[in-house]
Protein backbone atom coordinates (compact mmCIF):
# COMPACT_ATOMS: atom_id res chain seq x y z
CA UNK A 1 0.00 0.00 0.00
CA UNK A 2 1.24 3.55 -0.73
CA UNK A 3 2.29 5.40 2.29
CA UNK A 4 -0.25 8.39 2.26
CA UNK A 5 1.71 10.36 4.53
CA UNK A 6 4.84 10.40 2.90
CA UNK A 7 3.34 11.14 -0.23
CA UNK A 8 1.24 14.16 1.34
CA UNK A 9 4.42 15.32 2.96
CA UNK A 10 6.44 15.75 -0.01
CA UNK A 11 3.24 17.31 -1.82
CA UNK A 12 3.37 19.53 0.83
CA UNK A 13 6.29 20.60 0.86
CA UNK A 14 7.08 20.89 -2.92
CA UNK A 15 4.49 23.00 -3.54
CA UNK A 16 4.67 26.39 -4.52
CA UNK A 17 2.17 27.28 -1.89
CA UNK A 18 4.64 26.90 0.49
CA UNK A 19 6.28 29.85 1.56
CA UNK A 20 10.00 29.17 0.86
CA UNK A 21 11.03 32.49 -0.83
CA UNK A 22 12.19 30.76 -4.19
CA UNK A 23 9.54 33.12 -6.05
CA UNK A 24 11.71 36.00 -5.64
CA UNK A 25 15.12 34.28 -7.28
CA UNK A 26 15.54 33.76 -11.17
CA UNK A 27 18.96 32.13 -10.65
CA UNK A 28 20.02 34.06 -13.68
CA UNK A 29 17.35 33.37 -15.83
CA UNK A 30 16.22 37.33 -15.98
CA UNK A 31 19.63 38.38 -17.08
CA UNK A 32 20.33 35.86 -19.82
CA UNK A 33 16.47 37.18 -20.72
CA UNK A 34 17.49 40.64 -20.82
CA UNK A 35 21.00 39.82 -22.78
CA UNK A 36 19.06 37.97 -25.33
CA UNK A 37 20.73 34.48 -24.36
CA UNK A 38 17.33 32.98 -23.78
CA UNK A 39 14.37 33.90 -26.16
CA UNK A 40 12.55 30.38 -26.55
CA UNK A 41 11.38 27.69 -24.68
CA UNK A 42 13.68 25.14 -26.18
CA UNK A 43 16.47 27.75 -24.57
CA UNK A 44 14.99 27.42 -21.31
CA UNK A 45 14.93 23.56 -21.10
CA UNK A 46 18.51 23.20 -22.41
CA UNK A 47 19.45 25.80 -20.06
CA UNK A 48 17.86 23.91 -17.24
CA UNK A 49 18.95 20.73 -18.55
CA UNK A 50 22.27 22.22 -18.38
CA UNK A 51 22.35 23.31 -14.62
CA UNK A 52 20.76 20.09 -13.63
CA UNK A 53 23.84 18.23 -14.88
CA UNK A 54 26.58 20.49 -13.91
CA UNK A 55 25.43 21.45 -10.81
CA UNK A 56 22.32 20.18 -9.47
CA UNK A 57 23.58 16.43 -9.59
CA UNK A 58 27.38 17.07 -8.66
CA UNK A 59 26.77 19.41 -5.94
CA UNK A 60 23.48 20.16 -4.95
CA UNK A 61 22.72 16.76 -4.46
CA UNK A 62 25.46 16.19 -2.31
CA UNK A 63 25.01 18.85 0.08
CA UNK A 64 21.39 18.18 0.41
CA UNK A 65 22.07 14.09 1.04
CA UNK A 66 24.98 14.73 3.12
CA UNK A 67 22.56 17.30 5.92
CA UNK A 68 19.83 15.13 5.35
CA UNK A 69 22.37 12.44 7.03
CA UNK A 70 23.47 14.88 9.67
CA UNK A 71 20.31 16.53 10.54
CA UNK A 72 20.66 15.54 14.43
CA UNK A 73 24.00 17.59 14.34
CA UNK A 74 23.81 20.36 14.34
CA UNK A 75 27.68 21.22 14.52
CA UNK A 76 27.60 19.20 11.19
CA UNK A 77 25.05 20.89 10.08
CA UNK A 78 27.08 24.11 10.58
CA UNK A 79 30.76 23.00 9.38
CA UNK A 80 28.23 21.84 6.21
CA UNK A 81 26.90 25.48 5.94
CA UNK A 82 30.42 27.21 6.04
CA UNK A 83 31.74 24.59 3.27
CA UNK A 84 29.13 25.60 1.32
CA UNK A 85 29.72 29.37 1.53
CA UNK A 86 33.54 28.36 0.80
CA UNK A 87 32.61 26.62 -2.39
CA UNK A 88 30.50 29.34 -3.72
CA UNK A 89 33.10 32.10 -4.93
CA UNK A 90 29.93 34.60 -6.30
CA UNK A 91 28.53 36.54 -3.63
CA UNK A 92 25.30 37.35 -5.26
CA UNK A 93 25.13 33.28 -5.59
CA UNK A 94 25.78 33.35 -2.07
CA UNK A 95 23.66 36.26 -0.95
CA UNK A 96 20.08 34.41 -2.97
CA UNK A 97 21.05 31.05 -1.23
CA UNK A 98 21.74 32.21 2.35
CA UNK A 99 18.33 34.11 1.80
CA UNK A 100 16.40 31.82 0.57
CA UNK A 101 17.93 29.24 3.22
CA UNK A 102 16.81 31.88 5.92
CA UNK A 103 13.32 32.20 4.53
CA UNK A 104 12.85 28.54 4.95
CA UNK A 105 14.05 28.47 8.46
CA UNK A 106 11.32 31.52 9.45
CA UNK A 107 8.82 29.33 8.15
CA UNK A 108 9.45 26.28 9.80
CA UNK A 109 10.36 28.21 13.43
CA UNK A 110 7.05 29.36 12.88
CA UNK A 111 5.66 25.99 12.29
CA UNK A 112 7.04 25.27 15.71
CA UNK A 113 9.91 22.49 14.33
CA UNK A 114 12.74 22.59 16.47
CA UNK A 115 15.81 22.11 14.48
CA UNK A 116 14.51 25.24 12.96
CA UNK A 117 14.07 27.21 15.76
CA UNK A 118 17.88 25.86 16.62
CA UNK A 119 19.79 26.30 14.06
CA UNK A 120 17.72 30.13 13.12
CA UNK A 121 19.43 31.38 16.38
CA UNK A 122 22.87 30.11 15.31
CA UNK A 123 22.53 32.14 12.12
CA UNK A 124 21.81 35.72 14.74
CA UNK A 125 24.40 34.35 17.70
CA UNK A 126 26.96 32.96 15.50
CA UNK A 127 27.08 34.11 11.88
CA UNK A 128 25.69 30.51 10.77
CA UNK A 129 24.89 31.25 7.35
CA UNK A 130 21.59 28.98 6.45
CA UNK A 131 22.54 28.31 2.53
CA UNK A 132 19.22 26.90 1.15
CA UNK A 133 20.77 23.09 0.19
CA UNK A 134 21.87 22.82 3.71
CA UNK A 135 19.08 24.09 5.25
CA UNK A 136 16.75 21.85 3.14
CA UNK A 137 18.31 19.13 3.66
CA UNK A 138 18.32 19.36 7.45
CA UNK A 139 14.52 20.43 7.71
CA UNK A 140 13.23 17.80 4.96
CA UNK A 141 14.89 15.32 7.49
CA UNK A 142 13.23 16.80 10.18
CA UNK A 143 9.92 16.13 9.15
CA UNK A 144 10.11 12.68 8.12
CA UNK A 145 11.20 12.33 4.66
CA UNK A 146 13.90 9.86 3.30
CA UNK A 147 17.03 10.55 1.69
CA UNK A 148 15.88 10.03 -1.59
CA UNK A 149 12.64 12.05 -1.12
CA UNK A 150 14.99 14.76 -0.35
CA UNK A 151 16.86 14.83 -3.61
CA UNK A 152 13.93 14.35 -5.37
CA UNK A 153 11.91 17.36 -3.96
CA UNK A 154 15.26 19.70 -4.51
CA UNK A 155 15.61 18.58 -7.85
CA UNK A 156 11.73 19.07 -8.76
CA UNK A 157 11.33 22.51 -6.83
CA UNK A 158 15.15 23.55 -8.33
CA UNK A 159 13.34 23.57 -11.84
CA UNK A 160 10.12 24.35 -11.34
CA UNK A 161 11.53 27.03 -9.80
CA UNK A 162 13.30 27.99 -12.99
CA UNK A 163 10.09 27.12 -15.31
CA UNK A 164 8.16 29.34 -12.80
CA UNK A 165 10.81 32.78 -13.15
CA UNK A 166 10.89 31.60 -17.30
CA UNK A 167 6.85 32.17 -17.11
CA UNK A 168 6.61 35.20 -15.31
CA UNK A 169 9.36 36.82 -17.99
CA UNK A 170 7.29 35.97 -20.97
CA UNK A 171 9.76 32.95 -22.34
CA UNK A 172 6.96 30.13 -22.40
CA UNK A 173 3.35 29.12 -21.86
CA UNK A 174 2.10 26.83 -19.09
CA UNK A 175 2.14 24.19 -21.63
CA UNK A 176 5.52 24.73 -22.77
CA UNK A 177 6.42 24.21 -19.10
CA UNK A 178 4.43 21.05 -18.25
CA UNK A 179 6.04 19.43 -21.38
CA UNK A 180 9.71 20.57 -20.41
CA UNK A 181 9.06 19.49 -16.65
CA UNK A 182 8.32 16.01 -18.19
CA UNK A 183 11.56 15.73 -19.94
CA UNK A 184 13.86 17.54 -17.25
CA UNK A 185 11.52 14.34 -14.69
CA UNK A 186 13.40 11.72 -17.04
CA UNK A 187 16.78 13.60 -16.61
CA UNK A 188 16.16 13.52 -12.81
CA UNK A 189 15.16 10.08 -12.64
CA UNK A 190 18.14 9.33 -14.51
CA UNK A 191 20.40 11.18 -12.54
CA UNK A 192 18.91 9.70 -9.10
CA UNK A 193 20.05 6.10 -10.61
CA UNK A 194 23.54 6.77 -10.66
CA UNK A 195 25.59 6.69 -7.53
CA UNK A 196 26.16 10.55 -5.58
CA UNK A 197 29.14 12.21 -5.89
CA UNK A 198 31.63 11.84 -2.94
CA UNK A 199 32.09 15.33 -0.92
CA UNK A 200 35.40 15.49 -1.34
CA UNK A 201 35.00 15.33 -5.59
CA UNK A 202 31.64 18.01 -5.63
CA UNK A 203 32.20 20.76 -8.18
CA UNK A 204 29.87 23.43 -8.97
CA UNK A 205 30.02 24.59 -12.62
CA UNK A 206 27.33 26.19 -13.50
CA UNK A 207 29.45 28.95 -14.81
CA UNK A 208 26.61 30.56 -17.48
CA UNK A 209 23.93 31.56 -14.48
CA UNK A 210 26.91 32.56 -11.87
CA UNK A 211 27.76 35.59 -14.69
CA UNK A 212 24.09 36.44 -15.24
CA UNK A 213 23.51 36.53 -11.32
CA UNK A 214 26.92 38.93 -10.81
CA UNK A 215 25.51 41.14 -14.13
CA UNK A 216 22.05 41.20 -13.14
CA UNK A 217 23.51 43.16 -9.42
CA UNK A 218 24.15 45.88 -11.48
CA UNK A 219 20.61 46.43 -13.11
CA UNK A 220 18.26 49.25 -11.85
CA UNK A 221 15.24 47.73 -13.31
CA UNK A 222 14.07 44.18 -12.21
CA UNK A 223 11.99 41.52 -11.50
CA UNK A 224 13.90 38.97 -8.90
CA UNK A 225 16.76 39.41 -6.79
CA UNK A 226 19.16 37.61 -9.04
Excluded at 53 to 63: E, K, L, M, N, P
Excluded at 195 to 218: C, H, K, L, Y
Aim: net charge negative; with cysteine.
Amino acid sequence: MPDFARILKILHYGDSFFPTGSVSFSWGIESLTGSGTLTTAYDVEKFISGQLYARWSCFDRTIIETAHKSSNDLDAIYSLDEYVEILTPSYELRSGSSRMGNALLTVFARLGNQQAIDYRLLTKTTGAHGHALVIQGMLWASVGLSNGDASALSAHTYCTGLLSASLRLGLLTHIDAQKILEVLQAQISEIMATPIVEMDNISNFGIEAEIAIMRQATQNLRLFAN
